[in-house]
């Protein structure tokens, strides 16, 4: 493995990570999902999770939706 090749751990939730990218940068820089997984049709991080996270994820999007 060469230097810099590996990711770096983040200290904050992709969420949170995602809200800052957008108060920083706004929402017009978003990328388009290639993974599939994201709801939006945008790239939201989703791709990083364990399935056992992203269905997490999937049930608190659907139980805070139908409040």
Known sequence: ??????????SVSNEEYSQRW?????????QPCGCGRSTTGYCDGSHSLS???YE???FEQDTSSSK
């Open 1 to 10: 493995m060469s230097k810099g090749s590996w990711v770096r751990p983040r």
């Open 22 to 30: 957008d108060a920083i940068f706004g929402t017009d820089h978003k």
């Open 51 to 53: 399935q056992e996270e």
């Open 56 to 58: 997490e994820r999937l």
